[in-house]
């Protein structure tokens, strides 16, 4: 089990960084358009909700026994909250790569929203068997 801690720690700090500067970039870029700032705060929000999954499966690692099983896991509400911070951070960045194609053109915006839902859809898929809510 400390294993996936670490690993969803990793994860975690990685799409933090991306998201945060990514919102870095959308600074520059969007200055005279509102759905850049749209885009900009959602990609803030993303970041925020990836810090405390990081911190917390990586101090997790500390209190998690090797005996830890898959249904203890399950039953830990700190888990809970930490899978829905997550999938709360991967739905903020999402967003924000959707949002973000409205600056350019309507077509693009179009674009960059469809393949948002898609990826969001993709996301939830891959990630139903690992992450434990509720």
Known sequence: ???????FAFVSSVLAGFAF?????????????RAGAWAAFFAVAASVAFLPVTL???FGVVRAPEEYTVSTLKSDPQNALLSMLFLSGVIF???SFG???????????IATTSLSLLGAL???AVLRPFLHVG
């Not at 990514?22 to 358009?33: D, N, P």
């Open 1 to 7: 089990m400390a294993e996936y801690y670490r690993q």
């Open 21 to 33: 500067a990514f919102y870095g970039t959308l600074l520059v870029a969007a200055r005279e358009h």
């Open 56 to 58: 917390g499966t990586t």
């Open 93 to 95: 960045l999402l967003a």
């Open 99 to 109: 949002i973000s194609g409205w600056m350019r053109s309507r077509g693009l915006g």
């Open 122 to 124: 993709a996301a939830f």
